[in-house]
């Protein structure tokens, strides 16, 4: 399911820009209960003017190590998928089963929606390739005629007529 168009079907006037954004960070890290503490690292991002106290955001941080955790005991490793990940629009933020009532209607209203008539290019694509196959034909049925009277000529020249 594309989600973007199952919102875009949803709410037409919607800007896919602005309004939502759709996100897959693919296969990510989900931490288990008690692991944070396990692997929490403090990085030090600048050190503090003499006298002042350091200020975590500012002079260090905390992130979690997975380095010093083990998968499957502390962490595993979850595909969300795709997902909305920021909602702007004042409708509420449509449920799985909205989103994916939407999306197959968008496909039954692609399915049915009628051929788009052909661009200029197109058009004069097959037109050229009309016109192509119908030189090949005269150019064929010239050939045969060309052959049919070099024939007749040799069976006339054959005969003595000539």
């Known amino acids: 399911m594309n989600i973007a168009q199952a919102i875009l079907h949803l709410y037409p006037d919607a800007d896919p820009l602005g309004d939502f954004e759709v996100w897959n960070v693919g296969p990510a890290p989900v931490l288990h209960p008690g692991a944070e503490d396990k692997g929490r690292v403090r990085y030090e991002i600048k050190k503090p003017e003499d006298g002042e106290e350091p200020v975590e955001g500012i002079h260090y941080r ?15 490793i979850v595909d969300r998928g795709p997902y909305i990940a920021i909602w702007n629009l004042e409708a509420p933020q449509p449920t799985e089963e909205e989103l994916q ?9 692609e399915a049915n929606k009628p051929p788009e008539p052909p661009t200029e290019v197109e058009q004069l694509r097959a037109d050229n390739a009309a016109l ?14 060309d052959a049919d009277a ?7 020249a054959e005969g003595g007529i000539l």
Request: glycine share 2%; charged share 25%.
């Open 101 to 109: 009532a939407a999306w197959e209607a968008y496909l039954e209203a």
């Open 150 to 156: 070099a024939a007749l000529l040799l069976t006339l």
């Open 132 to 145: 192509l196959l119908e030189l090949a034909q005269v150019q064929a049925r010239q050939d045969q005629a």
């Open 62 to 76: 905390y992130v979690v190590d997975f380095n010093r955790l083990t998968e499957g005991e502390d962490y595993d």
